[in-house]
């Protein structure tokens, strides 16, 4: 492409040099150019938009049930965590990992100890599914020494609103599969 010219590395923002330019003179466009872009960015966020690739109207579900057990007094910590690897490219891979491959949050009060799963609405009975299937050992022993197993579903209400939708995993679940406590 010899018409153009590539800025501001990782951005992709490519512009087309104007051959009546000469020199010094290429160099003020490109930069003319890239701070162009910098301030629509930046008037972007003062609006409100984000300039990510995420839909307005997408839930934050672990923000959203992280909240919800404030407000009900409990004392709450974020358990899932941030892996990297390296690959052979020489980049790093990131990958989101719960604790025990299925607790989210980890909700304390004096009287309980909640282990929470946020998600959408439309995917708590995968997740409950996963629980029971692949965690078993893990979440039986979570529930046989009296705690409580919940995955929480949200999803907007025609006004805008979040809603929550929670699931208990209990003893009878696993009674289910033979494990008795």
């Not at 501001?8 to 162009?36: E, K």
Request: charged letters at 25%.
């Amino acid at each position: 492409m010899p018409n153009r010219a590539r800025l501001g590395g990782a951005s992709g923002i490519t512009a087309r040099r104007n051959p009546s330019y000469a020199g010094s003179h290429d160099t003020q466009y490109l930069a003319a150019c890239v701070f162009g872009a910098r301030r629509l960015m930046v008037a972007a966020l003062v609006r409100g938009h984000s300039m990510r690739s995420t839909r307005r109207d997408q839930l934050d579900c672990k923000q959203l049930t992280i909240d919800y057990y404030r407000r009900q007094r409990y004392i709450v910590g974020d358990v899932e965590f941030t892996a990297r690897y390296p690959r052979a490219n020489g980049r790093w891979r990131t990958v989101k990992r719960d604790l025990w491959g299925f607790v989210d949050i980890i909700a304390v009060r004096p009287d309980e100890i909640l282990f929470v799963q946020a998600t959408s609405w439309a995917h708590v009975a995968d997740h409950r599914r996963k629980i029971l299937d692949d965690c078993t050992a893990t979440a039986f022993a979570l529930v046989s020494g009296g705690h409580r197993l919940i995955v929480v579903g949200w999803k907007l209400d025609d006004g805008g609103r979040p809603i929550a939708r929670e699931c208990t995993i209990d003893a009878a679940d696993f009674a289910e599969k033979g494990l008795t406590a």
